[in-house]
């Protein structure tokens, strides 16, 4: 695990996130995208297949977090569509380690019905983009059920990687509530905060892989 790329991303998701909770416009766009971009330095050098699928989800990612910096219908297809690769990143990475056991079934019958309640919350409010948010429900579903069969294989912090993906669940569900559905008091903290901490959690994984 690298201690000072660590320090350095707590830094600027903490500059980050002052930015966007009292609007602070330069802050936020400055310091958004190179706090994910250190994860990168969190991974370290992929050596293995699997850190290299997760630094290729790490810097779509970073293109998915400037695209939503705007507020504009045309930036969010594109974030979602950089954070939808991001996701499939993912989901090779954690296929290429899985486990498959009894939990994962369980995992999976929780996050379908979640994404299930999630879509139908939404659906009002994302009217024009059904195609598009079933894509992602599926995608990041998957992601979220692929990390936790990783719990048992070769990755020695495959925990991290399945708690991380469950926390980049919540940050998206909030931002699709708070987009679609109504205002969510202190989004950021969930949308980016919450991200940050999924995201941290599946770079140490591929930090420490096999």
């Not at 309640?117 to 994302?126: D, E, I, M, S």
């Not at 692929?146 to 991290?160: E, L, Q, R, S």
């Not at 109504?182 to 903290?189: E, G, L, R």
Request: charged content about 5%.
């Amino acid at each position: 695990m690298r201690f000072l790329p660590i320090v350095a991303f707590w830094v600027t998701s903490m500059l980050a996130l002052i930015g966007a909770e009292k609007k602070i416009a330069w802050l936020h766009v400055a310091f958004k995208p190179l706090t994910t971009l250190l994860l990168l330095a969190v991974v370290g050098y992929p050596e293995t297949t699997f850190a290299r699928w997760i630094a290729v989800g790490i810097v779509l990612s970073a293109v998915g977090d400037v695209a939503l910096l705007w507020d504009s219908n045309r930036a969010f297809i594109v974030g979602l569509a950089a954070f939808l690769l991001a996701h499939i990143a993912y989901v090779i990475a954690f296929l290429g380690v899985a486990v498959w056991s009894p939990h994962v079934a369980v995992v999976a019958v929780i996050v379908t019905a979640s994404s299930l309640l999630l879509l139908r919350a939404t659906w009002k409010g994302a009217a024009g983009l059904h195609a598009a948010t079933i894509a992602y429900a599926v995608v990041i579903s998957a992601m979220v059920v692929t990390a936790w069969a990783t719990i048992g294989g070769p990755v020695a912090m495959a925990p991290a990687a399945a708690v991380g993906a469950v926390l980049f669940y919540i940050s998206d569900s909030s931002l699709a509530l708070n987009r679609f559905r109504a205002p969510v008091p202190h989004i950021a903290m969930l949308a980016i905060g919450v991200y940050w901490l999924g995201q941290l959690g599946i770079a140490i994984a591929a930090a420490a892989a096999f």
